[in-house]
T-cell receptor, first 114, second 111 residues
């Protein structure tokens, strides 16, 4: 069964460093998403991406964040200068369409900022 | 985007019992989806019900939708320990809005 894969599974970084979280969505999907989940809290929407541009973003997705689909298969989330409060699980998801289609989630990257 | 509100926040049952979780939302929808999250893992899609459907089944899952009350329920029959997870509903208004999740229902199935 096709799946969304995320790497790395766990990343530890120093505060102020840049991190790039990587995702390989399902190959024929057109819509891509990033979510995050701080420990013990709900899954929060960050950004959606379609047709090589951001289609929607939340208040969390400020100038420190950026997304890219550099090569037609990978979908990345970059955090420019990490803060302690960026520590969370980051989930990538993709879907084939917009309406009446399910989203497939990856297993997440646990980001720990120290 | 709108998020659903799941109720109860937590539910503990014995293996073999049925588990019912409810979801309420505020504005009209195109469809409503239910997802499961095992602790620390990604969300897994369970079932999608369209606004013109009232009930849908998938294996041991039964989902109902009442658009007049803006509510949905998820029933898991003959629960198993492996059903222990958090369950989320995600109402979807239109194609341009992403799925937004609430706090979910934490289900514990005791063997």
């Amino acid at each position: 069964e096709p799946e969304v894969t995320q790497t790395p599974s766990h990343q530890v970084t120093q505060m102020g460093q840049e991190v790039i979280l990587r995702c390989v969505p399902i190959s024929n999907h057109l819509y891509f998403y990033w979510y995050r989940q701080i420990l013990g809290q709900k899954v929060e929407f960050l950004v959606s991406f379609y047709n090589n541009e951001i289609s929607e973003k939340s208040e969390i997705f400020d100038d420190q964040f950026s997304v890219e689909r550099p090569d037609g298969s990978n979908f990345t989330l970059k955090i420019r200068s990490t803060k302690l409060e960026d520590s969370a699980m980051y989930f990538c998801a993709s879907s084939a369409g917009q309406l009446n289609t399910e989203a497939f989630f990856g297993q997440g990257t646990r980001l720990t900022v120290v | 985007s709108q998020q659903g509100e799941e109720d109860p926040q937590a539910l503990s049952i014995q293996e073999g019992e049925n588990a019912t979780m409810n979801c309420s939302y505020k504005t009209s929808i195109n469809n409503l989806q239910w997802y499961r999250q095992n602790s620390g893992r990604g969300l897994v899609h369970l079932i999608l019900i369209r606004s013109n459907e009232r009930e849908k089944h998938s294996g041991r899952l039964r989902v109902t939708l009442d658009t007049s009350k803006k509510s949905s329920s998820l029933l898991i029959t003959a629960s198993r320990a492996a059903d222990t997870a958090s369950y989320f509903c995600a109402p979807l208004n239109s194609g341009n809005t992403p799925l937004v999740f609430g706090k979910g229902t934490r289900l514990s199935v005791i063997a």
